[in-house]
Antibody
Framework: QVQLVESGGGLVKPGGSLRLSCAAS????????MSWIRQAPGKGLEWVSY????????YYADSVKGRFTISRDNAKNSLYLQMNSLRAEDTAVYYC?????????????WGQGTTVTVSS | DVVMTQSPLSLPVTLGQPASISCRSSQSLVYSDGNTYLNWFQQRPGQSPRRLIY???NRDSGVPDRFSGSGSGTDFTLKISRVEAEDVGVYYCMQGTHWPFPLFTFGPGTKVDIK
């Protein structure tokens, strides 16, 4: 079945780095645009970053621009988020999600999430 | 940037009764291709979000037909015809029309629980 599985979360000190991964299965990963979305504890959803199917087009939220880098490896059916210069406000559950463009601009499949905690 | 608002933010409902959530955007969500990219998501307690509705009124596969979406321009509504216990959770609207900065904008969420 269609599935996204995130990994790589953990506890990191402010200023540190972390790399999240998202393994896709059950669909042709290279056909789909992908996003990272995060949810701070007790808060709502915040879109973080987006990458086109080929990786040629990338967008970031202002809150992470210059610190986070999204990438993908279509041969490995994997999506990544390299997070540098982490701050306390980056503490959140991070979800990877599939975008169903061109049917719609929106996420039709979500992973279970991986938790990132930034604290000294 | 486009701002998404929802009301109410908390909605106690009675089982079997209808429920309605409003979502408003600060700018029209009609895209240049004529489509309106307004999505609705459900997040049950302890679970990942799940999309219910795309392009205002299209139900995703497997979504019960008691869920319906409507609206146009800047005003949108998610309706549950008869609330069931499994509908408890937080509902978010999200726009995908105005991009790329930010690409997607979520509403603050509406928490639905049982009276």
């Amino acid at each position: 079945q269609v599935q996204l599985v995130e990994s790589g979360g953990g506890l990191v000190k402010p200023g540190g780095s972390l790399r999240l991964s998202c393994a896709a299965s059950g669909f042709t990963f290279s056909d789909y645009y992908m996003s990272w979305i995060r949810q701070a504890p007790g808060k709502g959803l915040e879109w973080v970053s987006y990458i086109s199917s080929s990786g040629s087009t990338i967008y970031y939220a202002d809150s992470v621009k210059g610190r986070f880098t999204i990438s993908r490896d279509n041969a490995k059916n994997s999506l990544y988020l390299q997070m540098n210069s982490l701050r306390a406000e980056d503490t959140a559950v991070y979800y990877c999600a599939r975008d169903d463009y061109p049917t719609s601009y929106g996420m039709d499949v979500w992973g279970q999430g991986t938790t990132v905690t930034v604290s000294s | 940037d486009v701002v998404m608002t929802q009301s109410p933010l908390s909605l106690p409902v009675t089982l079997g009764q209808p429920a309605s959530i409003s979502c408003r955007s600060s700018q029209s969500l009609v895209y240049s291709d004529g489509n309106t990219y307004l999505n609705w998501f459900q997040q049950r307690p302890g679970q990942s979000p799940r999309r219910l509705i795309y392009k205002v009124s299209n139900r995703d596969s497997g979504v019960p037909d008691r869920f319906s979406g409507s609206g146009s321009g800047t005003d949108f509504t998610l309706k549950i015809s008869r609330v069931e216990a499994e509908d408890v959770g937080v509902y978010y609207c999200m726009q995908g029309t105005h991009w790329p900065f930010p690409l997607f904008t979520f509403g603050p969420g509406t928490k639905v629980d049982i009276k």
